[in-house]
């Protein structure tokens, strides 16, 4: 069965409102009812930037197009010119978001009316500033959007798919010419597009009125999603990396050590990311990514031959790039719990004045 959400409920109840208050003042409602249903958005934040673009919009259509009728008439080169000067002056201006509306409010401003233009553009621009208003209003105080649960569930589904795709590379490592060009590529795709639905409830969330339940502010929130893109970034170094590094003597002897890392990384983002949403984490997790950036953050022995030096940057590019993935996780736990509030317990515990 067909489901309506709170946002089609609403972008209706912002319709109807517009209508009957335009009506009862005795003005068309038609502008005001396409502005409403407009400006009921995602999120309160761009329903509030669309009624400034609308209301700009307005203003500057109604405003060159009254001119131009007033000084040359409305016949259709005198139309005509005002668009392409209009379209002109959006692209200087870097206004390429609205042209589209300015040029159409200019047209319908410059068109024949039982009132003047300058009448119709001033009425014109009230309607649609009353519509967008009530749509930004009525998307704001009824039902604001939450994205906090679509939050969690995306960047768990981002999570995992990341997971996956770097425990494969490290089982992988061995022989790492085995995993084809194709298959990197499609694996690193779908976590991307993974990631980036995450990045966009991430900025929807940004947006949003609601939010006082999350267990990490916005800005650690918007971090982790930065996270797990330099941890795709970097898997994917490391297993281009390895393409020239197993040649080095040492690699395969290394190989064990940095697949286990690999692992033991993965264990520890999740876990890290469960804090988000109020799971417990380890207490020695900072003590094991520390230990794993230390580890793999300098290179063992030089080569001897220097046949062997490529290979063996190689190498050291592998170990720097676990070391990094360690460190970046490591920041993301001092920002979880920094943010995170103090336990009820704890709080009671602290000095209140004195040293």
Known sequence: MWKIG????KTGLAVAITIALLRYIGHPA???AIA???AVAPSAGRSFRFTLRQTGANLLGGLVGSLAVFLFGANPIVIGLTVIFMLWLCGRMQWQDISGAVITIMIFVMAPHQEGASTYALWRVLSAATGALIGTVVNALIMPPDYWPQLIETLTAAGERLDGFVLAIAERLDHPAAYTKAEILA???QVEKAIAEARRISLLLGESTRGGHMAAPKPVVERTVKVL???LERILVIHKAALMAEQAH???TELPAMQAALQELVTLRRALYGRLWGEEIPATLAVELQSIERTFETPTGLPGRPEEVEPFFRL???RSGISYMANRLGRLQVAIDGAAPVP???ALMLPVGGD
């Open 250 to 252: 040492r690699y395969h």
């Open 229 to 231: 893109e330099s941890l």
């Open 30 to 32: 038609e502008f005001g």
């Open 6 to 9: 709170p946002r089609l409920w």
């Open 187 to 189: 694996g690193a795709g």
């Open 316 to 318: 050291h590019r592998m």
């Open 344 to 346: 009820e317990t704890e």
């Open 36 to 38: 409403a249903a407009l």
